[in-house]
């Protein structure tokens, strides 16, 4: 991740066509790489000073302009000070006392910069009351409660407003003013060593990112995910002395990887059913003329992605940012790093980690999702979509698998059919089962069901399903039949024998349609469906099924539509696939799952429209 960090740094984005409206508001290149950018739907609230004097002078409310860099945003410890006297809103006394107040009262500020620091410390303490009081009055007009605010320190001249950054670039006529760049770095620098250690931190060793000795620091990596609070968190024997030993680096590359983030964070951050995750390429190189290539052509990728709209590019998630398709276009010499995780307050949580993704590992997935599109579109009755985010919620909203089945298909890995299964089944009781009182539309029915299946064929495509016979998926597509010329059940098995591996899973899917049948004929005879108790809830076991076709036979006698011909040949042919499964199922296929069952037999009565169009 280090490597690839520092070499998307190397990049002049402003030196590409396509950024080259992107224009460069701080001109000290440290504070640039350190700031933050704010999303636009913040306000942004202004305590004004006299740029000569230091008056308060009031507070102002505002837009986002410029992407929020000109308020120069740099978040410090969440519960100490920011690196500048700008800060996110959350509890307003908190905010401003801790964020706002703390800066300029701040000792360690005030020895180095007394003067200046001081005064305006001593004007925000004379009209601490009056700017709350404001800000408050401010905040309860709104008629949005949950509005965003940016809280932040303007200073006013005769004819405008100086941000932060108009001071970080010399713009003030006060000298005083444009000094503040020397506090904003010297304060992070300096807060690059540990705290709490009792020794310094600060020490000679080879830089991690580097290779070279150099003075390195132990807290120079921008994504927070380890700590110092604890001595068994501490690399080395769990002495305090050698906590640079955690992640060493030099004062150079710490601006470096930070700067590679930065582009990380604005470029390739996405989300994959509602997870938020990095996409961090790694470029495969021998020179850094081949490297500055790589880079280039990989961020001349994004071209299309920002000219062109949704529908021309395709996707295989929901975000329509999201262009792991067009990138996976790129030559071998890439490959992609998934990076899911979660903040909260100051904390990094990395959820999961997925790497060395080949390009041509996205570009099957995208086959395999628009194949299994295209077969189930020429057989279900409605159409729908289908992208990898849905995959979340047939895994009934559990992030934990959500993110196994993520690792597993991003790097094709065999999936245990058992973890496949058990979800699907549970999906359905949840989201089918439940509602099967028939109130259900037929749209809404086939919707829940469909999803499901399409899933499946993509798996099957993938060949990452085990237990399923191996498929040969090219880029010239899948043969498809038109399943107008089917003339017979065998035919519809054929069509589709990557998702019928054998006899059994065959019958268990003409008796959920001999199923479906029956509970029709219920419905429009009695008004009611009792023979729906005898699915037992999705539960069925071997015995359960034998019983099951016994069951409905009984019932079609008993309400005198057994000699029907098309149940005829269902009854047949059920009994035929049954029978070549032979007694003991379980022997025959040793892997065999009642999951696996009692779902086939629910896609069984899903078609049940199709397959009587077939035995018509």
């Known amino acids: 991740m280090i490597q690839s960090l520092l070499d998307l740094q190397d990049i002049k984005i402003q030196d590409l066509e396509i950024f080259k409206d992107e224009e460069t508001i701080i001109k000290n290149e440290k504070i640039d790489i350190l700031t933050e950018e704010i999303s636009s739907d913040h306000k942004v609230i202004l305590i004004l000073l006299d740029e000569k004097n230091y008056e308060y002078m009031g507070i102002e409310l505002e837009e986002v302009k410029d992407n929020g860099k000109k308020y120069l945003l740099i978040s410090g410890s969440s519960s100490g000070t920011n690196y500048t006297p700008t800060a996110k809103l959350t509890e307003l006394e908190k905010t401003l006392e801790n964020k706002i107040f703390k800066y300029f009262s701040s000792k360690k500020k005030r020895s180095n910069f007394n003067d200046f620091i001081s005064k305006i410390n001593n004007e925000l303490e004379r009209n601490k009351e009056t700017i709350k009081n404001t800000i408050k009055d401010l905040i309860s007009k709104t008629k ?59 020490v000679e060793a080879i830089c991690f990112a580097c290779n070279e000795f150099k003075e390195v620091y132990p807290k120079g990596f921008p994504i927070k995910f380890y700590t110092f609070d604890k001595l068994n968190y501490i690399a080395g024997g769990f002495k305090e002395s050698n906590v640079y030993k955690n992640l060493p680096l030099c004062l150079e590359c710490i601006y470096k990887i930070r700067k590679g983030y930065n582009i990380v964070q604005k470029y390739f951050s996405f989300t994959l059913g509602k997870v938020n995750y990095y996409l961090i390429p790694s470029f495969i190189y021998t020179n850094k003329q081949m490297k500055d290539g790589l880079v280039n052509n990989f961020f001349n990728s994004l071209k299309k992605s920002k000219v062109s709209t949704i529908k021309e590019i395709k996707r295989i998630t929901r975000d329509e940012r999201e262009i792991l398709y067009e990138l996976s276009q790129q030559n071998s010499f890439v490959i992609f790093n998934f990076l899911f995780y979660e903040k909260e307050m100051n904390a990094f949580k990395i959820k999961m980690y997925i790497q060395s993704v080949l390009p041509s590992n996205i570009s099957k997935i995208q086959y395999s999702i628009e194949k299994a599109l295209d077969k189930a579109k020429r057989l279900l009755l409605i159409s729908i979509d289908f992208k990898l985010d849905d995959l979340k919620q047939i895994l009934n909203d559990d992030e934990k698998t959500f993110l196994i089945f993520l690792n597993n298909i991003f790097t094709l890995k065999l999936i245990p059919k058992k973890l496949v299964f058990i979800n699907l089944v549970k999906f359905l009781q949840n989201k089918w089962l439940s509602k099967i009182s028939f109130l259900l539309s037929k749209e809404e029915e086939q919707k829940i069901i469909n999803v499901t299946f399409i899933f499946l064929l993509m798996l099957i495509y993938l060949n990452i399903l085990e237990d399923y016979n191996k498929f040969s998926l090219s880029k010239e597509g899948i043969v498809m039949n038109d399943l107008s010329e089917i003339q017979s ?22 008796l959920g349609v001999l199923t479906k049948y029956l509970l029709i004929y219920q419905l429009t005879n009695r008004s ?89």
């Open 144 to 202: 949005n409660e949950e509005e965003k605010y940016l809280i932040t320190i303007g200073f006013k001249s005769k004819t405008k407003i100086l941000y932060l950054a108009d001071l970080v670039n010399k713009n003030s006529i006060n000298e005083e003013l444009n000094n503040i760049d020397q506090i904003i770095i010297k304060d992070f620098e300096d807060n690059l060593e540990d705290k709490n250690s009792k020794k310094t931190n600060k």
């Open 489 to 510: 059940i065998d035919d519809f098995f054929e069509i589709f024998k990557e998702v019928f591996p054998n006899d059994l899973l065959k019958g268990i899917f003409l």
């Open 528 to 616: 009611s469906i009792p023979f729906m108790k005898n699915i037992k809830n999705l539960k069925m076991n071997e015995v359960d099924f034998k019983n099951l076709f016994i069951e409905l036979e009984n019932k079609l006698y008993e309400y005198e539509i057994a000699h029907k011909q098309e149940l005829q040949l269902l009854k047949e042919k059920i009994s035929y696939y049954l029978l070549q499964a032979g007694s003991n199922w379980k022997s025959k296929y040793p892997k065999l799952l009642n999951e696996e069952l009692n779902y086939y037999f629910v896609l069984g009565m899903n078609l049940y429209d199709k397959i009587k169009q077939i035995i018509k």
